[in-house]
């Protein structure tokens, strides 16, 4: 049981580049998250997905995609890197919030430099 | 919208002293659930606590203890007995039946030995 696992753990991109982060997670988990952190901000929110097929857009969404066809995987793109894109990068899942729900499994993030 | 206030920025403390982080939430659902997690120098987010909006009883688990108040929309964190190992930032989150987390600034708590 291997948890959350994301790739690369570390990265350093050109302005204009493109590139996939992936996570990946074997617990069978309905609800996937991408977070980003920098600096003093604490993490916010880019993307999530409640589902296979099911995604929507959390408080910082531009210059970023994507798509959950699987339960097990949720890559981020990113569709042309700026240096505002510096940050790290943490993806998250869990099971349905319910009575029982037990909370949040964090992957080791990706430290992302776009220079 | 759902809001996440961490009024302490840094702590620092000597070694075997309290120290009680504050968070203060604001949300409009009625279920919610509540966190505090723990980043390490080495980068990793580390859970600590969970409190659900309908269980108010406040609890001891080991050095950590939780004072979850829904009518001041506050979740404090205490580390009884602090230790050196337990510098950090340290993050509150709030939680929405939708899996989504919105995180306070966080407070940086320095250890001193």
């Known amino acids: 049981n291997a948890g959350v696992t994301q790739t690369p753990k570390f990265q350093v991109l050109k302005t204009g580049q493109s590139m996939t982060l992936q996570c990946a997670q074997d617990m069978n988990h309905e609800y996937m998250s991408w977070y980003r952190q920098d600096p003093g901000m604490g993490l916010r929110l880019i993307h999530y997905?409640?589902?296979?097929?099911?995604?929507d857009q959390g408080e910082v969404p531009n210059g970023y995609n994507v798509s959950r066809s699987t339960t097990e995987d949720f890559p981020l793109r990113l569709l042309s890197a700026a240096p505002s894109q510096t940050s790290v990068y943490f993806c998250?899942?869990?099971?349905?919030?319910?009575?029982?729900?037990?909370?949040?499994?964090f992957g080791s993030g990706t430290r992302l430099t776009v220079v | 919208a759902q809001k996440v206030t961490q009024a302490q920025t840094e702590i620092s403390v000597v070694e075997k002293e309290d120290v009680t982080l504050d968070c203060v939430y604001e949300?409009?659902?009625?279920?919610?659930?509540l966190f505090w997690y723990k980043q390490p120098p080495s980068g990793e987010l580390v859970f600590l606590i969970r409190?659900?909006?309908?269980?108010?009883q406040n609890e001891i688990s080991g050095r950590y203890s939780w004072n979850f108040q829904k009518s001041t929309s506050s979740f404090n964190f205490t580390i009884t007995a602090s230790q050196v190992v337990d510098s950090a930032v340290y993050f509150c989150?709030?939680?929405?039946?939708?899996?989504?987390?919105?995180f306070g600034q966080g407070t940086i708590l320095t250890v001193h030995p």
């Open positions: 409190r659900n909006s309908f269980d108010e």
């Open positions: 989150a709030l939680g929405t039946s939708y899996g989504k987390l919105t």
């Open positions: 998250a899942s869990s099971y349905q919030p319910g009575t029982s729900f037990a909370g949040y499994t």
């Open positions: 949300t409009r659902d009625t279920t919610y659930y």
């Open positions: 997905s409640v589902g296979a097929g099911i995604t």
